[in-house]
């Protein structure tokens, strides 16, 4: 089943906007991460966020981990067509050995220009 | 991306044929996934690798099965293809850290 459920399923903005994207999972994780897929291409990593992290940073990637809520956020500042993409957050859970991610369905995302 | 490729990449084959995919790659990563990609469900593990001749199910790992018989090569295997295995198929890797790299992935349709 999936651990992780982004929120919403779609999202259309105008270029220069900014972009925020939810995620909420039901275990206990030790890391949440957030990858990008452009359309027919693999995942890339954009960012990870440890379990004892509250906030973290990465050029214009802002994201949130309240774990007592059980819910992580992605934000894009600024945004730019180039970022039309989906956004999918994966968890790792607590204790789980060799790295295993668990996806969401993803959130796509429209940056018109 | 880091070095991995997927063989082939598209592939049309008819129920109840063997299939094998290939994942190659050249970071020394120990650890490999294969993943499928459907609409509607995201990205679901199938079977992984945590060394060479290490490996253990997935969340969807019936009907395929996986060996690693060098560090840089994983191959998946669909022992009787079906159509619900029509698909995008990722490979993916990771070193020490826990972030994985994703291959370009194989569309693979099961008529």
């Known amino acids: 089943s999936q651990q992780g459920e982004e929120d919403p399923q779609a999202l259309s903005i105008q270029e220069g906007e900014n972009a925020t994207m939810n995620c909420s999972y039901k275990?206990?994780?030790?890391?949440l991460q957030w990858y990008r897929q452009n359309s027919g291409r693999g995942l890339v990593h954009l960012i990870l966020?440890?379990?004892?992290?509250r906030e973290k940073h990465s050029g214009r990637l802002r994201v949130t981990l309240d774990t007592s809520k059980k819910s992580s956020s992605l934000l894009i500042t600024a945004s730019r067509a180039a970022d039309t993409a989906s956004y999918f957050c994966?968890?790792?859970?607590?204790?789980?050995?060799?790295?295993?991610?668990?996806f969401g369905k993803g959130t796509k995302l429209s940056v018109i220009p | 991306d880091a070095g991995i490729t997927q063989s082939p990449r598209h592939k049309v084959t008819e129920t109840g044929t063997p299939v094998t995919l290939r994942c190659h790659q050249t970071?020394?990563?120990?650890?490999m996934y294969w993943y499928r990609q459907d609409p509607g469900h995201g990205l679901r593990l199938i079977h992984y690798?945590?060394?060479?001749?290490?490996?253990d199910k997935g969340e969807v790992s019936d009907g395929y099965s996986v060996s690693r018989s060098k560090t840089e090569d994983f191959l998946l295997t669909l022992e009787s293809a079906t159509s619900s295995q029509t698909s995008v198929y990722f490979c993916?890797?990771?070193?020490?850290?826990?972030?994985?790299?994703f291959g370009p992935g194989t569309r693979l349709t099961v008529t």
């Open positions: 994966a968890t790792v859970l607590s204790g789980a050995g060799s790295y295993q991610l668990t």
């Open positions: 275990t206990s994780i030790n890391n």
């Open positions: 966020i440890r379990s004892n992290e």
């Open positions: 970071e020394n990563h120990r650890y």
């Open positions: 690798s945590y060394g060479v001749k290490d490996t």
């Open positions: 993916a890797t990771a070193g020490g850290p826990p972030e994985q790299y």
